[in-house]
């Protein structure tokens, strides 16, 4: 099996292991840290929008009722997960299973595409967001939220330090900047805001028209 294939596969499994317990592990950083990320990012969401790594479904609540709601997720067991809070909470979505860094979709397929607290996991997460980038259509609005390397140098001391405990092991990290790849990328930043000693960071970017 390719290096690559074998990386997805431990991804796939270290997800799948840790699908019932995530709600209750996000709830807690919600509640403590992330404060109102998700309906800040949900209610800006119009039209054609995909979620990338949708994991339980814990945005579906928050987004508007007439958005047209696509959702891919990595692991099996989250979108399990995802499907049963969809039927509960009788909200239309379409989830299916995909991969953040090979998006299965054509080119500027969405008005709108969202990723909240999964950069920070996704092992190429450059790639990822140019795969956000190539199925937005031109003029469309990528929402993203995520923690990120804080403002204060003892706090990314210590992000630095759990760095070398949570990637070898979940692949999880916490010094990234999904902003700085969105520049990168020619688009427009239209809201930014940070917050919790610089650790947690949302934006909301938009396509160039050309």
């Given amino acids: 099996m390719a290096t690559s294939a074998v990386r997805q ?9 840790h699908a019932r317990d995530y709600d ?3 709830g807690f950083l919600d509640r ?4 109102d990320t998700r309906e800040w990012i949900c209610a800006q969401a ?10 339980t479904g814990l945005n579906l609540v928050h987004y508007p009722r007439d958005v047209n ?15 049963r809070r969809s039927a509960a909470l009788d909200r239309p979505v379409m989830l299916r299973i995909g991969n953040a860094e090979s998006l299965a979709f054509p080119d500027e397929s969405f008005d709108t595409v969202v990723c909240t607290f999964s950069l920070c996991a996704i092992p190429d997460h450059r790639r990822a967001v140019t795969e956000m980038a190539r199925v937005l259509r031109p003029g469309g609005l990528l929402l993203l939220a995520d923690h990120v390397a804080s403002t204060r140098w003892a706090v990314r001391a210590m992000q630095w330090a759990l760095e070398l405990v949570t990637v070898p092991w ?12 969105v520049t990168a990328a020619g688009m427009g930043v239209e809201k930014h805001d940070r917050f919790a000693a610089g650790v947690v960071e949302r934006l909301a970017a938009r396509k160039p028209l050309s």
């Fill in 46 to 55: 119009g039209g054609r929008t995909l979620e990338v790594a949708v994991g």
């Fill in 170 to 181: 979940g692949g999880e990290h916490f010094r990234r900047r999904p902003l700085e790849l």
């Fill in 69 to 83: 709601l696509t959702g891919i997720e990595f692991s099996p067991a989250m979108l399990a997960l995802a499907r």
């Fill in 9 to 17: 596969a431990r991804w796939q499994r270290f997800w799948d292991r």
């Fill in 32 to 35: 403590r840290l992330f404060r």
């Fill in 24 to 26: 209750r592990q996000m």
